[in-house]
Every structure is written in C-alpha cells, then in structure tokens.
C-alpha cells in the first residue's frame, strides 16, 4: 500500500514546462504499434534498448510532424496564459491609477526631444530565432537591420545555442511564439522570419572528431562523421525547427511568413576567442580541436573550415528544397568576409575564429537586407 501510495503521489506531481515538452515531443514520435509493443515489454519487464529511426528520410518525416506538434502544443499551452494577461490588463485600466498614469506618460511623450520617440518610421517588423550571430555583445547582424537598415526587429536569438537545443529543448520556441503574440497585439503581421543557427553543434569541444590526425594516410575532414553530424543530426533538428516556426506563424497569424536562414561564412581558425578568449572569456572554438589532431598550418586549417562550411550549405539546400519549405531561404554569405592571411587581412572582417567585427556583420547585414 506504502509503494501505491507513493506512486500515486509522484504520478500526481504536475510537470515542469520542459518536461511536459519533452513527453509530448516523444509520444509524438512513437507509432501506435511502437506504444503497444512498449506495453507488452512493461509486462514482460525487460528492458529494452532506446533505438530511433535509422533512415533520413523517415526522421524527415517525422521531424516535419513533430515540429508541427510542437507549435500546435506551446501555442495551445500559452492560450491561459494569453487569458491572464488580458484579465491583467483589463484590471490595470480601471480606477484612478490608470488615469493618473495615462496623463504621466502623455505629458512625458508631449515633451520628450528623443530621436527615438520622434522617428516612427519602420521598414517592416522581422523576429529572428538564433545564436551569436544574432546575439552578439555591442554589434551583430540585427543590431544593423535594425539602426543602419531601418527594420524593426523583435528577437528571441541567444548565444550559444545549438539547433538541437532550439528544435528539442522547447524553451526558445516558446520564446518565439510569445514574440509573434507582441507583433500582432500591435496589428502588425511579420515581414520575414529569420534563423540562425549550427556553429554551437560542430564548433567547441566537439569540434575535434570531425577531423583525421594530420598525420593519418587520411588527415583532412572525416566525411562519415561529418555526414553524420550535418546531413543526419543537424539535417532533421533544421527540419523540426523550420516545420515548428512555420505552423506557428499559421496558427497564430493565419497564414505562412517568409524565412531566411544562413550557413556561415568561411571561418580563419586562428586561436583568437571573444576579445582573445582569455580566461573565462568564451573561445577559441576551432584552435584547440585542430591542435589535438596535429595541424599547426593556418592555410591547411582554413581549407579545411571551408569544406566543412560548404557542407553544411549543401544540408541547407536539401532542407529547403522540401515541398514543405517553399517559403524557405538562404542568405548566401559564403565570401562576404575576407579570409586573405596576407598581412592579415582577414582579420579586418573577422573579430575572432567564429565571430564578424563590425565591419564583417554589416556585410552580411546588407546581404540579408537585398534577401528581404
């Protein structure tokens, strides 16, 4: 009786956000069949291996349905949420404080000199999904779009985050969705969705298993293990991310938006990191991957990163070659950015092995804006 009881108990334990995200992404990917067989093996009590879908193709598949799942549960989840804001600002806009506070902010409106309440002028409204790229300390491609390039832009982008993280972990798509709620609250509809995203899955500590020593008959990129990180893994997270943003933006906006993504620039992995990585500064990312496994030549380095970036375009352009993402698409920015090591030339575009200066991110800044 104690153990029912106990079950019960822990059974009755409400679950937190990511959890229940997390089952509801699993049961979504089960079969009916692969439920009953997990019924018969809970009777039979032995455990089983966790095994998922071998085929590409099929993980395709799936990963299109779960990324539509997953936007059709967390815009379902946030509808109480949405009821409780309106009950709040219904509440705030009764008595004499909402009158007293109204005449407040018009008086400091009327008399307000800023540039930025003056100009209301905007090119359109873009909300952007994404790592560093879009969520870079003083400068990065959205802080142009929107101070040089005239767009307004609501983000959700955080550094470091991998595209595993954005498709699985829940918490950036729910980001997103909260995002979309703000824009159409102020009657406007999207210009274009924008995603960055797939440095954090190949960059960093795991960087170095994606090469051969340098001094193996097969040195250079290992292709198997880079096909089966970029054209499998990062491939199917890209697809449920994409399918999730897409079927968001139809349920709450009533139709689809466009999406423009990028792969990166050909990277110079010099061993700098953010303001030259020292101590817990972040970075280097790709240095002490090539050291482990014997490359100690820039120019060999750089081919290499160009191979790898090349690769990852062309998983791109599978991606958005499906049917289902024909709204879907690249901004180029392969060549933007020097890579001369001549004099270092190269480092006039690039603040640091993964990183643009400022100069480098209003190149691909100006590229997305002649996309958009």
Known sequence: MAKRRKATKQAATPQIGWEAFAAMSREALRP???????????RDKRPAAPKGTTSVEQATSQALRLGRKQAAWIVEQRKGKLAQRARAVVSAGKGPARKKSARRIKKTVAAAKAPALQ????????????????????????????????WDVETVAHRGDSVESMAYDGGQLEDFVRAIERVVRRGQVPHAILLSGGGNDVAGDQFAMLLNHRSSPMFGLNPAIADGVLATRIRVAYTTVLSAVTTACENLLGARVPILLHGYDYPVPDGRGFLGGWGPLPGPWLEPGFREKGYDDLAERTGITRDLIDRFYAMLNEVTALPAFAHVSIVDVRGALSIDLANDRYKDWWGNEMHPTFKGFRKVADLFDAKL
């Open 119 to 150: 100009a209301a002028a905007s090119r359109g409204v873009l909300v952007a999904e994404g790592d560093s790229w879009f969520d870079y300390p003083f400068y990065d491609v959205l802080h142009e779009l929107d101070d040089a390039l005239g």
């Open 32 to 42: 009916a069949g692969k439920r009953a067989a997990k019924s018969l093996r809970k």
